[in-house]
């Protein structure tokens, strides 16, 4: 199994939420994050804005659908036809396992 976690703009989670149900993940956690990126903030004037609002969006699939998905992930949350700063970053990550509380099962 694999982790996915896509850090996205405010503007762009709906579509990059619709889109992965549409691909066929339906399971996604979501948080509200600030934070800044390589570009260490905005500057306006004389001030810096170094906690900027973004989502992050959490899910788990197996390690087959990875590419699906982070594929998705890309094509939704790009602004613009070749993307700009602060569209966000995926990270990818392996999961040992996972069980469902309600019923103690192990696995997805």
């Known amino acids: 199994m694999i982790m996915i976690r896509a850090i996205v703009r405010?503007?762009?989670?709906?579509?990059v939420l619709s889109e992965l149900i549409d691909a066929g993940f339906p399971a996604i956690t979501k948080f509200d994050v600030y934070g800044?990126?390589?570009?260490?903030?905005?500057?306006v004037g004389e001030v810096v804005y170094d906690e900027i609002?973004?989502?992050?969006?959490?899910?788990?699939?197996?390690?087959?659908d990875q590419d699906d998905a982070v594929r998705v992930i890309l094509e939704a949350a790009r602004t613009g036809k070749e993307g700009n700063f602060g569209d966000g970053r995926i990270?990818?990550?392996?999961?040992?396992?996972?069980?469902t509380i309600s019923t103690g099962i192990e696995g997805l």
């Open 36 to 43: 800044r990126g390589k570009q260490r903030g905005v500057k």
């Open 91 to 99: 990270f990818v990550s392996p999961v040992e396992t996972a069980f």
């Open 53 to 64: 609002p973004k989502e992050m969006l959490l899910l788990v699939c197996d390690d087959i």
């Open 10 to 15: 405010p503007e762009k989670v709906g579509t």
